[in-house]
C-alpha cells in the first residue's frame, strides 16, 4: 500500500497559537481523512479532503478550528487552530486509494501547554 | 448506523502465552469491510489484515489467525505464543463495502500488554 509521511511527528505548543501538520503521500489519493485521537481513546474522524474542494467536516468539528487543505492528490495540510490543552491529542492523516485498507501517517503527537 | 465493540480494554499476559482480542460489530448493510489495525506506543497505525464480509474464511499469518463468525457478528483476533513486540494498542474497524470513499469505523481499541 502507498506510504504517508507526517510531519511533525510531535510537538509541544503555546495555548492561543497554531499547528500545521502535513501529509505526503507516496501516490495518488483521491480521498484523504484527518483523525484526532485523544489520550487512551478511540480515533474520531475530524474530516474529509477531497482534492479540489472543501473538506467535509464531522458533528462536532468546525473548519475554522480545523482549516484543512488539499491542493493536490498527493498532499494534505491540517491546521489545529487556537490551541487550548483541550487539543493535546495525537492527529492521525489516513489515505484511501484503490486499495480498500485506510493507511495511515506516522501521526503527530500534539501537546499544547 | 454502524458500532464496533471491543469489550476488553486491557489485557495482560505473560510471554509466549496465547491471547484472543474480542471485536463484535454492528452494522445493517448486507456486505462490508472487517480490519484490524495496530497501533504500537510510537503512534502510527499499521494494517494487519482485511476480511470481506462474504468471506467468512478464517486467516492465519504466522502468530496471528483471525475468526470471523458472521452468524454472531464476531471478528476475533488471536496472537499464538505472544511476544513483548505484540505489546500495543489493537483496533478492530468497519466499513460499507459500497463504491466510493467509505468512512471507517473504529472500536475503541485493546490494549495488550505482553510481559516478559
Known amino acids: 500500500s502507498a506510504v504517508i509521511s507526517q510531519k511533525p511527528s510531535r510537538d509541544i505548543c503555546q495555548r492561543g497559537t497554531s499547528l500545521t501538520i502535513q501529509c505526503q503521500v507516496d501516490s495518488q489519493v483521491t480521498m484523504m481523512f484527518w483523525y484526532r485521537q485523544q489520550p487512551g481513546q478511540s480515533l474520531t474522524l475530524i474530516a474529509t479532503a477531497n482534492q479540489g474542494s472543501e473538506a467535509t467536516y464531522e458533528s462536532g468539528f468546525v473548519i475554522d478550528k480545523f482549516p484543512i487543505s488539499r491542493p493536490n492528490l498527493t498532499f494534505s495540510t491540517l491546521t489545529v487552530s487556537n490551541l487550548s490543552p483541550e487539543d493535546s491529542s495525537i492527529y492521525l492523516c489516513?489515505?484511501?486509494?484503490?486499495?480498500?485498507?485506510?493507511?495511515f501517517g506516522q501521526g503527530t503527537r500534539l501537546t499544547v501547554v | 448506523a454502524q458500532k464496533v465493540t471491543q469489550a476488553q480494554t486491557e489485557i495482560s499476559v505473560v510471554e509466549k502465552e496465547d491471547v484472543t482480542l474480542d471485536c463484535v460489530y454492528e452494522t445493517r448493510d448486507t456486505t462490508y469491510y472487517l480490519f484490524w489495525y495496530k497501533q504500537p506506543p510510537s503512534g502510527e497505525l499499521v494494517f494487519l489484515i482485511r476480511?470481506?464480509?462474504?468471506?467468512?474464511q478464517n486467516e492465519i499469518s504466522g502468530r496471528y489467525s483471525w475468526n470471523f463468525q458472521k452468524s454472531t457478528s464476531s471478528f476475533n483476533f488471536t496472537i499464538t505464543a505472544s511476544q513483548v513486540v505484540d505489546s500495543a494498542v489493537y483496533f478492530c474497524a468497519l466499513r460499507r463495502y459500497s463504491g466510493g470513499y467509505q468512512k471507517v469505523t473504529f472500536g475503541t481499541g485493546t490494549k495488550l500488554q505482553v510481559i516478559p
Open positions: 476480511r470481506n464480509s462474504f468471506d467468512e
Open positions: 489516513s489515505g484511501q486509494g484503490t486499495m480498500t485498507e485506510a493507511f
